[in-house]
């Protein structure tokens, strides 16, 4: 359940950013096709994925997880 929080939350981060996948797979050291995948639900977040978009975007990872809403 978490993952698709995690989903809908990397997506709108990054679009609200004015990001590309690509974009934001530099900033956080991944690849864009591990973006696309995070963002389709063919790829679960490693604590390590989610530690470093939460830093990217200054969000808790309760935020990215959907424990907390802000």
Known sequence: MA???FA???KELRIEKNLSQ???AL???LTQRK???L???QLMPTPHIIVEVARFFRVSTD???GLSND
Do not use: C, D, N, Q
Request: aromatic residues 4%; charged residues 25%.
């Open 3 to 5: 993952e698709g929080i």
């Open 8 to 10: 809908i939350r990397i």
């Open 22 to 24: 690509a974009e934001l």
């Open 35 to 37: 973006i696309s995948k």
């Open 27 to 29: 900033h956080v050291g």
């Open 39 to 41: 963002e389709t639900l």
């Open 63 to 65: 935020y990215l997880l």
